[in-house]
């Protein structure tokens, strides 16, 4: 049964393109809201806390901070809304899941930049 679901995500559902990004990047997302009849074009730009899953199914989660309060939110990458991703900064973080970005704040949450040679 897995193998026949498996066979029909990878046929049916549109997969995008966006550039590779991991845990500590900095990406600006653009996605459509629709408000009665008219749509308009949002944009959410955070750190990226983890990716998760794979295939069709695979969402990713993004946090930034409003004001004082902490936002996060959970985009799934084949969702139809979204219409590009940018990635503004790559950090350089040691896990693929940084759930302890939360607890800091100040210059503790700064995440330093990848250097590429």
């Known amino acids: 049964m897995e193998a026949l679901i498996k066979f029909v995500q990878d046929e049916f559902v549109t997969t ?10 900095t990406i600006t997302v653009y996605y459509e809201i629709r408000e009665g009849e008219k749509t308009r074009t949002q944009f959410f730009r955070g750190v990226v806390i983890q ?7 695979e969402t990713f989660t993004i946090r930034k901070m409003s004001g ?13 809304a979204l219409q590009r ?22 210059k503790k949450a700064r995440i330093k930049e990848r250097r590429f040679k």
């Open 16 to 25: 995008k393109d966006f550039p590779d990004f991991a845990a500590g990047d």
């Open 51 to 57: 990716r998760r899953g794979s295939g069709s199914t």
């Open 68 to 80: 004082t309060v902490g936002v996060e939110r959970i985009f799934p990458v084949n969702l139809p």
């Open 85 to 106: 991703v940018e990635v503004n900064k790559r950090g350089k973080v040691r896990r693929a899941r940084i759930f302890y970005f939360r607890g800091l704040t100040g």
